[in-house]
């Protein structure tokens, strides 16, 4: 944490992503100062975590309870769908839960992409049969060709204004296998990263898809929303970045396509 805080202060934030999440901010601040100096040490912390040479050993030893208090969670037979979302800390939470499920399955976006119909099954079964899953629906992120535009089964949820893309197949998956459902992340607390999990209610008996659905991306949502408004120290600034430049993007090639459309219009008379 000390070695953090030391490269901290030469961290550059992003100004607009910082300024839109200051504005969406519900944790109490002394100051933007003292929000700005959160949010570089967040950044430290990640950019040590993407170090190969992150000690990642060091780190179950110092917190030897995390994996017990993650696998405590799901212990459920109905199997267990852990939903991760991009921009925080997810490398150390998708070690985490190898550590806790060293049986369990991470499913990428690669291969969901490539063979959609065959991955959803195979982990439906997965499930079905007790296994523990981690997925992050909103994998799509880190796609530079993702927009509102896109053809593909997205689904654009509404966060605190942005428009976040997440893949419809997780959705499928935890109505299909009707597992039990969690996100998991990790915060930067008092006592250091730990895992930060949450519980959505499994598909009740007689529910519709459609309903189901909406609860479960309503659930989604909420925690991406949560970590925006929340502590700076968590706070899943390069997911903001991303998402910021991508509406400014659309809203450029709308207005150029506006602007074609207009230049082919015939005069009049």
């Known amino acids: 944490m000390e070695n953090a805080k030391r490269i901290a202060d030469f961290v550059a934030l992003p100004e607009q992503a910082c300024d839109f999440a200051y504005a969406c901010s519900r944790y109490p601040q002394a100051s933007r100062e003292e929000w700005n100096k959160s949010v570089r040490l967040s950044f430290a912390i990640r950019t040590m975590l993407a170090s190969a040479a992150f000690p990642t050993a060091a780190y179950f030893s110092l917190y030897p ?30 070690a985490i ?14 291969q ?27 994998g799509i992120i880190s796609s530079t060709e993702s927009s509102p535009d896109d053809k593909r089964k997205i689904r654009w949820l509404d966060v605190l204004g942005l428009k976040w893309p997440v893949g419809e197949g997780a959705a499928v998956l935890a109505y299909e296998s009707r597992c039990e459902i969690f996100s998991l992340s990790v915060e930067l607390a008092d006592r250091g990263l730990v895992p930060l ?17 909406t609860r479960f991306w309503r659930f989604y949502a909420q925690q991406l929303e949560n970590a925006l408004a929340g502590d700076p120290r968590s706070l899943p600034i390069s997911g903001v970045t991303y998402l910021l430049n991508l509406a400014q993007a659309q809203t450029v090639s709308g207005r150029a396509k506006a602007d074609q459309t207009v230049a082919r219009l015939p005069e009049a008379g």
């Open 197 to 213: 999990v949450a519980r959505e209610r499994r598909r009740d008996d007689g529910e519709r898809f459609q309903e189901f659905r």
């Open 97 to 110: 839960f190898r550590r806790a499920f060293p049986e369990g399955k991470k499913l990428g976006l690669p």
């Open 112 to 138: 969901a992409t490539r063979q959609p119909v065959q991955t959803l099954f195979q982990a439906t079964r997965l499930l079905r049969d007790g296994e523990t899953i981690m997925i992050a629906p909103d």
């Open 65 to 94: 309870d995390v994996v017990d208090e993650l696998r405590t969670c799901a212990s459920s037979s109905a199997g267990n769908l852990f939903l991760l979302y991009h921009g925080a800390f997810e490398r150390l939470a998708t």
